[in-house]
């Protein structure tokens, strides 16, 4: 009897070949169709947590200027834990002594000690003297503070990518002085334009507290001059 059962239920049940492959088509398309979405979902929530983190820093960046009257200092643009060379072993303190919030959670793969890069005109005992104090920033919600480093490593600058006319930096390295005024340009890498670890883009640091993503560098939303 449930021999008789099993063979009638299997018989119920079955599907030929053809229909079997066809079902297995359509889940594959359903699921390339799911993916891009499902990623795209997945780095939102990265580019939020890490946003989160730049918030975070500002809060200690204004914390350590009031509290000394000067931005942190570092050497050139430097993410390091090695003092005096980068901004972030100031900081430590006041987000109790919390490293994982220098960490981008879309640059893992990357084995850097700080993710995030800082504006040297804020404070620099390298390339200038600059000790810069935060009622001398003319602009604080367009005035940077902190940026991503750019997917492929290493510290990025953010400038007009167009041909800026400077001897030394053919490819548009206006950021040695702030940005030529031409509007918009990419975020580049060594005179090369670079992709940013979100989507392309990158998260900025503004000094009035506020991060915010964005994709080109825009003159009319962002200076790396105080004033």
């Known amino acids: 009897m449930l021999d008789k059962i099993r063979k009638i239920l299997l018989n119920k049940i079955s599907f030929s070949l053809i229909e079997l492959l066809v079902v297995i088509a359509i889940i594959a398309l359903l699921a390339s169709m799911l993916l891009p979405a499902l990623l795209r979902a997945r780095e939102m929530g990265r580019r939020a947590k890490c946003i989160s983190n730049l918030k975070q820093i500002g809060l200690a960046i204004m914390m350590y200027a009031h509290d000394y009257d000067y931005y942190p200092i570092s050497i050139g643009t430097a993410g390091s834990w090695d003092p005096p060379y980068g901004f972030a072993p100031s900081l430590l303190v006041y987000l109790n002594g919390n490293k994982n919030i220098f960490k981008c959670p879309s640059r893992k793969k990357y084995n850097s000690e700080v993710d995030y890069v800082y504006n040297y005109h804020a404070g620099n005992e390298g390339w200038f003297h600059i000790y810069m104090k935060a009622n001398e920033i003319k602009n604080p919600s367009k005035f940077i503070l902190i940026y991503d480093s750019p997917i492929n490593g290493g510290e990025t600058g953010i400038d007009p990518s167009d041909e800026c006319g400077i001897e030394n930096y053919p490819n548009g390295a206006a950021d040695q002085d702030g940005g030529d005024g031409h509007g918009t340009g ?23 507290g506020h991060a915010k993503w964005f994709a080109k560098w825009d003159s009319s939303q962002m200076t790396r001059l105080p004033d």
């Open 186 to 208: 990419e975020l580049w890498y060594w005179y090369k334009i670079v992709p940013g670890p979100h989507n392309g883009g990158h998260n900025i640091l503004f000094a009035d």
